[in-house]
């Protein structure tokens, strides 16, 4: 009830704001692309049974990272790990989230190049639409964190409509025939397929820096999980859905095989010749609540550490590092090279922070307050 | 600030100052609020500014700028924002101040004290906090009075104006001929100062010695206080007697101003009843004429000129009794009015149809009649040096969260301009971001969406002069609710509610996609349809950006001069452009078809935006979409949109969010936003203005 029109409503979000923040983040580059990785590692339909695996495997990680958090209410990611480990291990773990989130930002900013390279503008430079929306991203981060979740907020609708559609759109062409026959994978195959599609999930790492601007953080661990399981179903439909269309075979073969959905399906009404380019626009707005959280929490992070930074000077400091890095890789495959490096290095890096932290937190148990 | 200083005495930045001061004694300073008078000064004042001479005045103007923290004493609590506010007032409060010493420097000489501005002396006092010599410690503790007092106004909050601090009181003087002197001066002695002189009867007592003739020359007043003394030594017998004898009659004046007060009420209820009766002592005479003869309700009392003076020029009418030193003040304020009217900007039909007007207290009457609740609240302000409008503030107190009517009253305490003007200029001030396209406060003219919006948990501002009210804090949403949605059954209301939205993406987004689809993505369209376009875009010369921008620029100029133009010729415009646009451009070979279609489509669809500021910063964001497009096609689009979107959740109305409803609690305005769900459903005020009282309508002992 104390409204104050100054700063102080910034920072103050709701159970509710985190379990949507988990979702437009876990949705992303990789939902364009995971069906090829968990497509090459199992036979025919099998791969739904990964995605299934590694959801829940995901929302339990989120469930237990979010509930150690949420045993600091209002206390940053430094604080608390920096109580639970030490200060010199909580400063190095924040950073390299920090390198890792800055890493993220780039390569959402670069993969949305590729992506309207491909589908939408042959001639622009993919330097000036990765600029463009690396411009848009900067005046999102640039302003307060409670607009970031608002603005979470804003675009939900309109990223639960849009997945909606690429997932109803194609139902008419679906093959059902090409999801026959079950349980061919061996156990090699689920358990690489499984590690892709956990490796999807991890945006809900978010929730380690976010959960501190939970006012009242009481269902914001149970809110975590179920935002992870929600992606999980939206996967599992949507690998469902490419392999009925494309087939195993065909799938491993494309780049983005979710957005080549919207491609091959047919709008009924005959206005749109092609609908992929209106969900383009879906996908851009996917991407941007990605890339715009990725960049906040390496601002976020960084400013944990050097306080006296000004967020303004910190962000244009990161712009440039950012496009840098992006511009990096050359060509398409330099991009999925650099993916998967990036995937493995963050699996990696949770798994140890969460590790570290939860057994820490076994040991010293939780602070009620700070 | 030290260039004023160094001004040579015969410029002054205001003329009418000039003029006025070689022939008047009592001047009225604009700058400062205050009365200069210098026969006053030498009566009243005198013991106080004995050793004040110009150099010491000086000074203390150099420390006031040098202290930093009498800002503090102009304003209780400051933010940022208004901090140029409040330095340009004291600027121009300094300019003013030397601008009296030139101009009495000019006029009696450097060493005259009695000619110096003493309010200003005083204020400086009061900020200084050092002890200055030239004052005695009664005038001291007169200021450190004043300066406690306006703090603790400020913090009460109400009808005080932050200016008012300055006023030094200028008491009535006894005799009306000083009064009226004193006024007419003070107003140039204008053609619709109507004065009437009069003489009240009182049947008993010995008013006869101090019976003063109006306008005597000096040497009779001089001779009547002879007389008096004469008198004084009489006997008691003596006086007795002439008491029982003589009915004596007590001289006063009338002011008013003709024209802004309404001449019957004086005639009738003032000037009869005061002819007509007779007082029977003469003790406490204006308490009497107060009590017994004058028959208008609304009657004060004032105690200095300051106050008469204002009062007057607010339509009422003043009366003074020579003796007497406070005067009375009338309620007789009437101007003509324009009759009330029907929504010129807000048509619509079904529905209340009557709109405000000019006068405020006619559009509060329009609130107060349709909302009979007592916790309805109007807090005064009165905004404007020079032109002291009204401006109240209306809200619904144990409703409307009292942090929101705090900062609007806070937000409207730091105006500070010469003329307040329309209800637009309000809105600029004490609206939370200058560079924003959106109006973060809401205007409109239907008493019944004022009422609408108060029973959310809102308020309203409604300025003296203009038949707007402003309402705050708003969201985005709130642009697209017309009032009709709510006479409409729920099922037509929710389909025109997302007609309107519908139409509002048209508005912003089709020029745009024109030139994205033709010149980017053609392949996106039916090919058949493609084709046609590039036939019809054949023979054009321009690409598909110039000729959008060619248009649209056409379409909003023919739109400004629909409106400058008087309603006669008005139509000559419709067919002109009608013919310009429709016709004319196509068979030129200038544009296509179907760029009409959209233009004409664009064009429509702002104008279902019930809103009118709204829908202009609607078809200004629509170039921006034009010009993206152009440049990066539908993904320029789509990153414009986000733009728009992150200004929007950065936004704040009166230090809500101001895609409030929206935003942070989705699902819940769903019902009275995207569409409007039927009366029984909506039970609550919407969560994120934080009304103290949640449901609207009583739930018959059911839990929510």
């Given at each position: 009830?104390?409204?104050?029109p100054?700063?102080d409503?910034?920072?103050?979000?709701s159970?509710?704001?985190?379990?949507?923040?988990?979702?437009?983040?876990?949705?992303?580059?990789?939902?364009?692309?995971?069906?090829?990785l968990?497509a090459?590692?199992t036979?025919?339909?099998?791969?739904?049974?990964?995605?299934?695996l590694?959801?829940?495997?995901?929302?339990?990680c989120?469930w237990?990272?979010?509930?150690?958090?949420t045993?600091?209410?209002?206390?940053?990611f430094l604080?608390?790990?920096s109580?639970?480990?030490?200060k010199?291990v909580?400063?190095?773990?924040?950073?390299?989230?920090?390198?890792?989130?800055?890493?993220?930002?780039?390569?959402?900013?670069?993969e949305?190049?590729v992506?309207s390279?491909?589908?939408?503008?042959?001639?622009?430079?993919q330097?000036?639409?990765?600029?463009?929306?690396l411009?848009?991203?900067?005046?999102?981060?640039?302003?307060?964190?409670?607009a970031?979740?608002?603005?979470?907020?804003?675009?939900f609708p309109i990223?639960?409509?849009?997945?909606?559609i690429?997932?109803?759109?194609?139902?008419?062409i679906?093959?059902?025939?090409?999801?026959?026959?079950?349980?061919q994978?061996?156990?090699?195959?689920?358990?690489?397929?499984?590690?892709?599609?956990?490796?999807?999930?991890?945006?809900f790492?978010?929730?380690?820096?976010?959960?501190?601007?939970v006012q009242?953080?009481?269902?914001?661990?149970?809110?975590?999980?179920?935002?992870?399981?929600?992606?999980?179903?939206f996967?599992?439909?949507?690998?469902i859905?490419?392999?009925?269309v494309?087939?195993?075979?065909?799938?491993?073969?494309?780049?983005f095989?979710?957005?080549?959905l919207?491609?091959?399906?047919?709008i009924?009404?005959?206005f749109?010749?092609?609908?992929?380019?209106?969900?383009?626009?879906?996908?851009?707005?996917?991407?941007?609540?990605?890339?715009?959280?990725?960049?906040?929490i390496?601002?976020m992070?960084?400013?944990?550490?050097?306080?006296?930074?000004?967020?303004?000077n910190?962000?244009l400091?990161?712009?440039?590092?950012?496009?840098?890095?992006?511009?990096?890789p050359?060509?398409?495959?330099d991009?999925v090279?650099?993916n998967?490096?990036?995937g493995?290095?963050?699996?990696?890096?949770f798994?140890?922070?969460?590790?570290?932290?939860?057994?820490?937190?076994k040991?010293?148990?939780?602070?009620?307050?700070? | 600030?030290?260039?004023?200083?160094?001004r040579p005495?015969?410029r002054?930045?205001n003329?009418?100052?000039?003029?006025?001061e070689?022939?008047n004694?009592?001047?009225?300073?604009?700058?400062?609020?205050?009365?200069?008078?210098?026969?006053?000064?030498?009566?009243?004042?005198?013991?106080?500014?004995?050793?004040?001479?110009q150099?010491?005045?000086n000074?203390q103007?150099?420390?006031?700028?040098?202290?930093?923290?009498?800002?503090?004493q102009y304003?209780?609590?400051?933010n940022?924002n208004?901090?140029?506010?409040?330095?340009k007032?004291?600027?121009s409060?300094?300019?003013?101040?030397?601008n009296?010493?030139?101009?009495?420097?000019q006029?009696?000489?450097?060493n005259?004290?009695?000619?110096?501005?003493?309010?200003?002396?005083?204020?400086?006092?009061?900020?200084?906090?050092?002890?200055?010599?030239?004052?005695?410690?009664?005038?001291?503790?007169?200021?450190?009075q004043?300066?406690?007092s306006?703090?603790s106004?400020?913090?009460?909050g109400?009808?005080?104006?932050?200016n008012?601090?300055?006023q030094m009181p200028l008491?009535?003087?006894?005799k009306?001929?000083?009064?009226f002197?004193?006024?007419?001066?003070?107003?140039?002695?204008?053609?619709?100062?109507?004065?009437?002189?009069?003489?009240?009867d009182v049947s008993c007592?010995h008013?006869?010695?101090r019976?003063?003739?109006?306008?005597?020359?000096k040497s009779q007043?001089?001779?009547?206080?002879?007389?008096?003394k004469e008198?004084?030594?009489?006997?008691h017998?003596?006086?007795?007697?002439e008491?029982?004898?003589?009915?004596?009659s007590?001289?006063?004046?009338l002011?008013?101003?003709?024209?802004?007060?309404n001449?019957d009420?004086i005639?009738?209820?003032?000037?009869?009843?005061?002819?007509?009766?007779?007082?029977r002592?003469?003790?406490?005479l204006?308490?009497?004429?107060?009590?017994e003869i004058i028959?208008v309700?609304d009657t004060n009392?004032l105690?200095?000129?300051?106050?008469a003076?204002?009062?007057l020029?607010?339509?009422?009418?003043?009366l003074?009794?020579d003796g007497?030193?406070?005067?009375?003040?009338?309620?007789?304020?009437?101007?003509?009015?324009?009759?009330?009217?029907?929504?010129q900007?807000?048509?619509?039909?079904?529905?209340?149809?009557?709109?405000?007007?000019?006068?405020?207290?006619?559009?509060?009457?329009?609130?107060r009649?349709?909302l009979?609740?007592?916790?309805?609240r109007?807090?005064?302000?009165e905004?404007?040096?020079r032109?002291?409008?009204?401006?109240?503030?209306c809200?619904?107190?144990?409703?409307t969260?009292?942090?929101?009517?705090n900062?609007?009253?806070?937000?409207?305490?730091?105006?500070?301009?010469?003329?307040?003007g329309?209800?637009?200029r309000?809105?600029?001030?004490?609206e939370d971001?200058?560079l924003?396209?959106f109006?973060?406060?809401?205007?409109?003219?239907?008493?019944?969406?004022v009422?609408y919006?108060l029973?959310k948990?809102?308020?309203?501002?409604?300025?003296?002069g203009?038949?707007?009210?402003?309402?705050?804090?708003?969201s985005?949403?709130?642009?697209?609710l017309a009032?009709?949605?709510?006479?409409?059954?729920?099922?037509i209301?929710?389909?025109?509610?997302?007609?309107r939205?519908?139409?509002?993406?048209?508005?912003?987004?089709?020029?745009?996609?024109?030139?994205?689809l033709?010149?980017?993505?053609?392949?996106?369209?039916?090919t058949?349809?493609?084709?046609?376009?590039?036939?019809?875009r054949?023979?054009?010369?321009f690409?598909?950006?110039v000729?959008?921008?060619l248009?649209a620029?056409?379409?909003?100029?023919?739109?400004?001069?629909?409106?400058?133009?008087p309603?006669?010729?008005g139509?000559?415009i419709?067919?002109?452009?009608?013919?310009v646009?429709?016709?004319?451009?196509?068979s030129?070979?200038i544009v296509?078809?179907?760029?009409?279609i959209?233009t004409?489509?664009?064009?429509?669809?702002?104008?279902?935006i019930?809103?009118?500021?709204f829908?202009?910063?609607l078809?200004?964001?629509?170039?921006?979409?034009?010009?993206?497009?152009s440049?990066?096609?539908l993904y320029?689009?789509?990153?414009?949109?986000?733009?728009?979107?992150?200004?929007?959740?950065?936004?704040?109305?009166?230090?809500?969010p101001?895609?409030?409803?929206?935003a942070?609690?989705f699902l819940d305005?769903?019902k009275?936003?995207?569409?409007?769900?039927?009366?029984t459903a909506?039970?609550?005020?919407?969560?994120?203005?934080?009304?103290?009282?949640?449901?609207?309508?009583?739930?018959?002992?059911?839990k929510?």
């Open positions: 009830m104390n409204r104050t100054s700063p409503l910034q920072g103050i979000i159970d509710r704001d985190i379990f949507i923040a988990v979702v437009s983040n876990i949705f992303g580059v990789m939902t364009l692309t995971v069906p090829r968990i090459e590692s036979l025919s339909s099998d791969g739904w049974m990964s995605v299934f590694g959801g829940l495997i995901a929302s339990l989120g237990i990272v979010a509930k150690i958090a045993s600091f209410p209002n206390q940053t604080s608390y790990a109580y639970l480990l030490s010199p909580a400063v190095v773990m924040t950073l390299i989230f920090s390198i890792q989130y800055i890493v993220v930002t780039a390569y959402n900013v670069r949305i190049a992506l390279h491909q589908y939408l503008f042959d001639y622009t430079p330097e000036v639409v990765s600029l463009a929306f411009l848009v991203v900067i005046y999102a981060v640039c302003g307060s964190q409670a970031i979740f608002r603005l979470n907020v804003l675009f990223l639960i409509s849009g997945l909606l690429v997932i109803l759109l194609p139902i008419g679906i093959q059902w025939e090409g999801l026959l026959p079950f349980f994978t061996d156990f090699k195959g689920y358990v690489q397929s499984t590690y892709y599609s956990i490796v999807n999930m991890l945006g790492g978010i929730v380690l820096f976010y959960i501190g601007l009242k953080p009481q269902k914001t661990a149970k809110l975590t999980a179920i935002g992870v399981m929600v992606t999980m179903m996967n599992v439909a949507i690998y859905v490419c392999i009925g494309f087939g195993n075979a065909t799938i491993q073969n494309m780049f095989p979710t957005f080549d919207s491609r091959s399906a047919e009924p009404g005959g749109f010749e092609r609908f992929d380019a209106f969900l383009f626009l879906f996908w851009t707005i996917i991407f941007f609540t990605t890339a715009m959280m990725a960049f906040d390496a601002v992070t960084i400013r944990m550490v050097f306080r006296k930074f000004k967020k303004i910190l962000v400091i990161l712009s440039p590092i950012i496009f840098l890095i992006s511009m990096l050359e060509t398409y495959l991009i090279y650099f998967k490096l990036l493995h290095f963050m699996f990696s890096y798994v140890i922070v969460t590790l570290m932290l939860g057994i820490a937190f040991i010293k148990g939780g602070k009620s307050s700070g | 600030m030290r260039r004023f200083f160094r005495p015969g002054h930045a003329t009418d100052f000039q003029n006025n070689s022939r004694q009592a001047q009225y300073c604009p700058h400062c609020r205050h009365f200069h008078s210098r026969p006053i000064q030498g009566q009243n004042m005198q013991g106080n500014n004995q050793n004040a001479n150099s010491t005045v000074n103007h150099v420390q006031e700028t040098q202290n930093p923290s009498a800002n503090q304003q209780g609590d400051q940022e208004n901090q140029p506010a409040t330095n007032m004291i600027n409060f300094h300019s003013s101040g030397q009296h010493q030139h101009a009495q420097g006029q009696g000489g450097q005259d004290h009695h000619h110096q501005c003493t309010c200003h002396q005083q204020i400086g006092q009061g900020q200084n906090q050092n002890e200055n010599q030239n004052y005695n410690a009664g005038q001291n503790q007169q200021s450190d004043n300066s406690s306006q703090q106004n400020q913090n009460t109400g009808q005080n104006n932050q008012s601090q300055y008491p009535i003087y006894k009306v001929s000083h009064n002197e004193f006024i007419t001066r003070i107003l140039g002695n204008p053609i619709d100062l109507v004065v009437r002189e009069l003489e009240i007592g008013m006869k010695e019976k003063v003739q109006l306008l005597l020359p007043i001089e001779l009547s206080i002879a007389q008096e008198h004084e030594p009489s006997s017998e003596q006086v007795h007697q008491r029982a004898d003589d009915e004596v007590v001289p006063c004046i002011f008013y101003l003709s024209g802004m007060a001449s009420i005639n009738e209820n003032i000037l009869r009843m005061l002819q007509s009766k007779s007082i002592t003469k003790e406490n204006i308490e009497q004429v107060h009590k028959s309700t009392k105690a200095t000129l300051e106050e003076v204002n009062a020029l607010s339509g009422d009418a003043i003074m009794v007497e030193m406070t005067a009375l003040e009338m309620a007789t304020a009437g101007t003509e009015k324009r009759a009330l009217d029907e929504p900007s807000e048509s619509m039909i079904r529905g209340p149809r009557i709109s405000f007007i000019e006068s405020l207290d006619i559009n509060l009457t329009l609130i009649g349709e009979r609740d007592p916790n309805l109007f807090v005064v302000h905004i404007g040096r032109s002291k409008q009204k401006v109240v503030v809200y619904v107190e144990g409703l969260n009292p942090d929101i009517v900062e609007v009253n806070r937000r409207l305490k730091t105006i500070d301009i010469d003329i307040a329309d209800s637009g309000i809105e600029q001030w004490i971001s200058f924003s396209p109006p973060q406060v809401v205007d409109t003219e239907r008493p019944d969406r009422i919006n029973m948990g809102k308020i309203a501002i409604l300025v003296d203009c038949p707007f009210a402003l309402m705050a804090p708003i985005v949403g709130d642009a697209f009032m009709e949605d709510h006479s409409q059954r729920w099922l209301g929710s389909s025109m509610r997302i007609l939205f519908v139409a509002m993406f048209i508005a912003l987004f089709l020029p745009g996609l024109y030139v994205a033709t010149s980017y993505h053609p392949g996106m369209i039916p058949q349809l493609t084709l046609s376009l590039a036939a019809t054949e023979g054009g010369p690409p598909a950006i000729e959008v921008l248009m620029v056409t379409f909003e100029i023919l739109q400004e001069a629909g409106i400058r133009l309603k006669i010729i139509q000559t419709g067919i002109v452009g009608g013919i646009i429709g016709d004319v451009a196509v030129a070979g296509g078809p179907a760029l009409v959209v004409s489509l664009t064009a429509m669809s702002s104008y279902t019930p809103n009118y500021s829908s202009v910063s078809r200004i964001l629509r170039f921006l979409f034009v010009i993206a497009a440049i990066l096609g320029g689009i789509i990153l414009v949109f986000i733009m728009i979107c992150i200004h929007i959740v950065n936004l704040k109305s009166i230090g809500v101001y895609s409030g409803a929206f942070p609690n305005h769903m009275d936003l995207i569409i409007r769900a039927p009366v909506l039970r609550k005020r919407p969560a994120y203005l934080e009304p103290l009282n949640q449901h609207k309508v009583n739930l018959g002992g059911r929510q």
